[in-house]
């Protein structure tokens, strides 16, 4: 008698199951329903903060200016900031919070690729509060309620390209910093479309050099991942914010700068890829 042959069944040999195809096809399924659960959960957060800073806004801004100082409308802006992050599903890692400089003004530079990172380090850096400036793009100015938060807390507008604004506008971000204001800059001047970095502009730094203050290098890495340029859809990832000790400019001036941009740049970019 002969071994049995496949035919009759005995034999038979089954394929292997294909437990790779299965979840690279389950993953290709899931991919579409994880954008459009980010999308919703997007909407949710636009609206929300909408109203949040339609209703808290105006009043808080009146207050401010009632009493003449700004520090009601950081917390006010701290908490809305706070609230979009959580509504949004974009969580933080913090590293290096012992470089924030406390006792004196700095320059804090921060790298940009995507519209989640000037939240999320408006948040780290919310220990300076009110003693904080931003050095921001004058298109922001459009925005009605904003801009008159923006004035009151000393906040200076940049029109990039316009060189008799700009000159002004660095000297008195100098003098702020001069009277022990730190200030926050985004010194790509735009949001960077591969997430590679691109080159610095020099306003910043010139700040920096006329005071006399110290830059601290910031690195946020995955926020790109959360939110591209672009895109409206803010995806729930966790991004991570990294401070680097600050550069020290006492000493240095303004003929230097392209050297001190290039450390900082280099610095950042170092953090990056670590």
Wanted: aromatic residues 6%.
């Amino acid at each position: 008698m002969g071994a049995e042959s496949p035919e009759n069944g005995s034999a038979r040999l089954s394929p292997p199951p294909l437990h790779g195809f299965g979840v690279a096809d389950r993953a290709s399924r899931l991919e579409p329903m994880s954008t459009v659960i980010a999308a919703i959960r997007s909407i949710v957060t636009y609206v929300v903060v909408a109203l949040y800073v339609l209703l808290m806004g105006p009043p808080f801004l009146l207050i401010a200016l009632i009493v003449g100082s700004p520090r009601l409308l950081y917390s006010v802006g701290l908490w809305g900031v706070r609230l979009g992050l959580f509504l949004s599903g974009v969580r933080m890692e913090r590293h290096g919070l012992e470089h924030l400089q406390h006792d004196r003004a700095a320059v804090y530079a921060v790298n940009h690729a995507s519209n989640v990172e000037p939240c999320l380090i408006f948040d780290v850096l919310h220990e300076l509060f009110p003693r904080l400036r931003i050095l921001y793009k004058a298109e922001l100015r459009k925005l009605p309620i904003l801009v008159r938060a923006f004035d009151l807390a000393g906040f200076v507008p940049l029109e990039r390209g316009n060189r008799d604004q700009s000159l002004p506008a660095i000297e008195r971000a100098a003098d702020a910093l001069r009277a022990g204001n730190s200030f926050l800059i985004f010194p790509e001047g735009t949001r960077s479309r591969t997430g590679e970095l691109l080159p610095f502009k020099k306003g910043g730094f010139i700040m920096a050099l006329k005071a006399q203050a110290p830059i601290v290098p910031v690195a946020i890495k995955g926020a790109r991942n959360a939110m591209r340029k672009g895109s409206l859809i803010i995806y729930p990832v966790t991004v991570q914010v990294r401070l680097g000790a600050p550069i020290e400019t006492a000493g240095l001036g303004i003929e230097q700068r392209d050297e001190l941009v290039a450390r900082v740049r280099g610095e950042v970019a170092r953090m990056l890829e670590a």
